[in-house]
């Protein structure tokens, strides 16, 4: 009997120590519950099979912690509405062919930003990957203000919309501070390599947009058209590369769509803008006035020239 106790004894521990061993936390979690890429775990909304986590539902989500070795791959499932805040989260992975935040056909989510927050994809996705028929809206949190997110996209990704010969998809910005930078031929915002930039509008905020070699900074990937973008409010700083338009197309894409600026402040690094919009005032990478036309019609809130990258010209 004693031998038999102890056997039993020393199997459950074995179990316990098994199990010990086997646990790999991730170091990120959902609504406060950790994932384990051993364990398959989920709840209402969102499931996760490591690597991916999918979230498949409406019901309000919060993703925090940090992975940097492509263990979490978010993805929004097509045609999903989602509702999710990015609090402290870093999700990194150096795997070609890895996205480590994809919204599929068809979605549409609102991100709300919370603390500081960090997404870069590897080769051939946007860090933030939002393809053409899907849309994107993203703001601070309402309990932080000064929410932040830091975009990278992998080679031929933008930062945010595109991966690799991908079209750029909805994307709004009202609100947080925003650095969107693209891979290899790559927008900042927008198209993925030789794709277009799909629809950008910025309600406000702070957002800063570079593209990698070749791809606009808010625009075209390299070969990509610009599509359309529109300012009404928040302060945007783009930049291109290599004969990319700082807002436009990629290098040797073609102007397309139409650039409307009625607010917020607007400076280029290269004084670079295809098709020109009818209302707004730039200020190039130096701090030299490009144009100016600030019509008062219909009483819209007038674009302003950034001086010095904080201050609007009165």
């Known amino acids: 009997m004693k031998k038999r106790s102890r056997s039993r004894i020393l199997t459950a521990l074995f179990i316990v120590f098994a199990t010990m061993t086997n646990a ?3 170091g990120v979690t959902v609504n406060g519950t950790a994932l384990d890429d051993a364990v398959s ?11 991916t986590l999918t979230l498949s539902g409406a019901e309000p989500l919060t993703l925090s912690g940090a992975n940097t070795a492509g263990k979490v791959l978010v993805v929004v499932s097509a045609g999903a509405t989602s509702a999710v805040t990015l609090s402290d989260l870093t999700l990194q992975t150096t795997g070609s062919g890895q996205c480590v935040f994809e919204l599929e056909q068809n979605a549409d989510i609102s991100l709300f930003l919370a603390g500081t927050n960090t997404l870069a994809s590897g080769r051939d996705h946007a860090g933030l990957e939002v393809p053409a028929s899907a849309s994107i809206s993203i703001t601070n949190a309402p309990s932080d203000a000064a929410g932040a997110l830091t975009v990278t996209g992998g080679t031929m990704g933008a930062g945010i919309g595109g991966g690799s010969k991908g079209t750029g998809g909805t ?4 609100g947080g501070t925003i650095a969107a930078t693209g891979g290899l031929y790559g927008a900042g915002i927008g198209g993925g390599y030789l794709r277009a930039g799909g629809t950008v509008t910025v309600h406000g905020g702070t957002v800063t947009a570079t593209g990698g070699m070749y791809g606009a900074g808010i625009g075209g990937g390299r070969s990509g058209n610009g599509d359309a973008v529109t300012i009404t409010g928040g302060t945007v700083f783009a930049r291109g590369n290599n004969g990319s338009a700082d807002i436009g197309p990629g290098f ?3 102007a397309s769509g139409a650039n409307i600026f ?7 690094a290269n004084d670079s803008i295809s098709p020109t919009p009818t209302d707004n005032a730039f200020q190039n990478g130096v701090g030299t006035a490009m144009q100016t036309h600030l019509p008062h019609a219909h009483g819209q809130r007038d674009a302003r020239l950034v001086r010095d990258g904080n201050e609007p010209h009165t």
């Open 41 to 51: 775990s989920g709840g209402t909304g969102w499931t996760y099979n490591a690597p």
């Open 24 to 26: 790999a936390p991730t």
């Open 262 to 268: 009625t607010g917020g402040s607007v400076r280029l």
């Open 171 to 174: 994307v709004t910005i009202s």
């Open 252 to 254: 040797s894409g073609t």
